[in-house]
């Protein structure tokens, strides 16, 4: 599993003139940072869209799906079933078909090749899982702390922000990471929607290193090398956080 990974790194570091070689070095023979000078003179535009993009998308998939899942878990309006199924569907839709469906909307609203568009589109994909999670967490919180807020006076809205959310730090922090992770992993929207903008993400950039007759495959396993650690990062501060959120609500006392 870690050899595509370290392979990466040694293309990264490997001059352009040595990447035919038969058979190929399995270490950097003649090291050469030309992909990294790429990256820093080219790229960082691309990671710092990549980075609002992915803080975008957090932000409009917990607004969106933590007060979704609060409703589904403990107010139980109708057809609670019915939704917990259609967003186990659309799980299971291919993200092109939702793409085409996305910039078919987005041409006739004019919002094509935007940042704020390619946002929404990639909430989409994380707002089902994330109310999924949130759902499976806030079930479990037992309903006395809820009754004794009602008792005092305060509204279904003033418990869920002030109740509900401090103790769903891990689901949040589990939503978050996930969304985020989507987001900054995007190609198919980012292709799809939002190819001609201004503001492109990591992933676009990495594809505009390969054209029909040349391909600079030491800055493309550069780039992927520097997009690479911010999850990476993330993944390692999280961990903890989101075995909890993960399975939460999985065994019940």
């Given amino acids: 599993m870690l050899f595509p990974v370290y392979w990466m790194i040694n293309v990264s570091l490997t001059p352009s003139t040595d990447m035919r070689k038969s058979p190929p070095s399995l270490f950097p ?31 409009l998939t917990v607004a969106v799906a933590a007060p979704a899942a609060f409703a589904l878990a403990k107010l ?3 057809g609670a079933g ?20 996305f910039y078919a909307i987005y041409l006739g609203m004019g919002v094509l090749n935007t940042l704020p568009g390619l946002i929404v589109a990639d909430s989409t994909i994380a707002v ?17 702390l809820l009754n004794a807020a ?9 418990t869920f922000r002030s109740i509900v959310m401090p103790v769903s730090r891990n689901s949040v922090v589990t939503v978050s990471l996930f969304a985020f992770l989507w987001a900054w992993s995007d190609f ?3 292709s799809t929607l939002n190819n001609g903008g201004a503001l492109r993400p990591i992933t676009l950039g990495i594809y505009a290193y390969i054209g ?13 090398v520097v997009a690479s650690i911010p ?19 999985a065994v019940k006392d």
Avoid at 128 to 144: D, Q, W
Wanted: aromatic share 10%; glycine share 8%; net charge neutral.
């Fill in 76 to 78: 139980r309006p109708r």
């Fill in 212 to 224: 029909n007759n040349n391909q600079q495959w030491n800055a493309i396993m550069a780039t992927a």
């Fill in 29 to 59: 023979v003649d090291v050469t940072f030309e992909g990294y000078s790429a990256v820093i003179q080219q790229q960082m535009p691309f990671l710092g869209t990549s980075l609002i993009l992915g803080l975008g998308t957090v932000i």
């Fill in 150 to 158: 009602k008792i005092d006076g305060a509204s279904n809205w003033r």
């Fill in 188 to 190: 198919i929207f980012a």
């Fill in 231 to 249: 999850a990476a990062v993330l993944l390692v501060v999280a961990q903890k956080y989101v075995s909890a959120g993960v399975t939460a609500g």
């Fill in 128 to 144: 089902p899982f994330a109310v999924l999670i949130f759902s499976a967490f806030m079930s479990g919180i037992p309903e006395e």
């Fill in 82 to 101: 019915l939704l917990n199924f259609l967003m186990l569907i659309a799980q299971m839709i291919p993200a092109i078909i939702i793409a085409m469906g």
